[in-house]
């Protein structure tokens, strides 16, 4: 079985895992915006990655992973109000510090990871913080009202070395018209990275947007650490 060290770290009253496959305080530190759950199964299928692994759940998902206000695609459910500025100064100045100083890291670099909206949000990131340079899009809500059009009109605050991208091979399926453009328009977002000078990768999975999110997730860390 493979080992790691596992620490939590607390900040402002959530508790976040940090699972470290190396001993090296200047390992690269990637973010991954998902539950404890996920934590330790990603730890283990990781652990020749020589990484340190931090967890960031403790989210309100509909608001701090949204970019900006937009109505909701689904029938009968609210609009997204919007609130990932305000959480990405959050999890920039506030919790990525906190857990790099309980654990002494200075990482040669750091990663985004996420699945859904916190994918939406991975590929936001780098549009106002020069932090993370290598993005996850895991099944992201790339659909999102102008979010790709914003991608390629707006300056990226750091171009990202490596950007993943992956989608379930029917996540576009269905009578919904906008869920349905959402594979055309993660590969136009994916094309125009690669197109500024990003090394990416888009990856169709069997399934839909349900289907072996912890395998998705660690197929993504893995090419991003490679």
Same mark, same amino acid.
């Given at each position: 079985m493979a080992a790691f060290n596992w620490r *939590?770290? #607390?900040h402002e009253g959530v508790d976040y895992s940090v699972y470290s496959l190396t001993e090296d305080p200047a390992a690269p530190l990637i973010c991954v915006l998902a539950e404890e759950a996920t934590?330790? @199964?990603?730890? %283990?299928?990781?652990?020749?990655?020589?990484?340190?692994?931090?967890?960031?759940?403790?989210t309100d998902?509909?608001?701090?992973?949204? #970019?900006? =206000?937009? =109505?909701? #695609?689904?029938a009968g459910e609210d609009g997204y109000p919007g609130g990932a500025d305000a959480y990405l100064t959050r999890l920039t100045q506030g919790i990525v510090p906190a857990i790099e100083q309980a654990l002494d890291l200075t990482p040669a670099w750091r990663g985004l990871c996420g699945y859904s909206l916190a994918g939406l949000f991975a590929l936001y990131a780098p549009y106002h913080t020069d932090s993370f340079l290598r993005i996850g *899009?895991?099944?992201? *809500?790339?659909?999102?009202d102008d979010f790709v059009e914003y991608v390629q009109r707006e300056p990226l605050m750091?171009?990202?070395?490596?950007?993943?991208?992956?989608?379930?091979?029917?996540?576009?399926?269905? %009578?919904? =018209?906008? @869920? *349905?453009?959402?594979e055309a328009r993660s590969q136009a977002a994916e094309q125009h990275l690669r197109h500024l000078?990003?090394?990416t990768l888009f990856e169709l999975n069997p399934g839909n947007h349900f289907v072996d999110i912890v395998p998705r997730m660690e197929k993504a860390l893995r090419w991003l650490v490679l």
């Amino acid at each position: 079985m493979a080992a790691f060290n596992w620490r *939590s770290v #607390p900040h402002e009253g959530v508790d976040y895992s940090v699972y470290s496959l190396t001993e090296d305080p200047a390992a690269p530190l990637i973010c991954v915006l998902a539950e404890e759950a996920t934590g330790e @199964i990603l730890a %283990r299928a990781l652990a020749e990655t020589n990484i340190h692994l931090a967890m960031i759940g403790g989210t309100d998902w509909y608001r701090d992973l949204t #970019p900006w =206000p937009a =109505p909701s #695609p689904f029938a009968g459910e609210d609009g997204y109000p919007g609130g990932a500025d305000a959480y990405l100064t959050r999890l920039t100045q506030g919790i990525v510090p906190a857990i790099e100083q309980a654990l002494d890291l200075t990482p040669a670099w750091r990663g985004l990871c996420g699945y859904s909206l916190a994918g939406l949000f991975a590929l936001y990131a780098p549009y106002h913080t020069d932090s993370f340079l290598r993005i996850g *899009s895991v099944s992201g *809500s790339l659909w999102y009202d102008d979010f790709v059009e914003y991608v390629q009109r707006e300056p990226l605050m750091a171009l990202p070395v490596k950007a993943y991208f992956s989608l379930g091979e029917q996540e576009g399926a269905g %009578r919904n =018209p906008v @869920i *349905s453009q959402v594979e055309a328009r993660s590969q136009a977002a994916e094309q125009h990275l690669r197109h500024l000078g990003t090394q990416t990768l888009f990856e169709l999975n069997p399934g839909n947007h349900f289907v072996d999110i912890v395998p998705r997730m660690e197929k993504a860390l893995r090419w991003l650490v490679l």
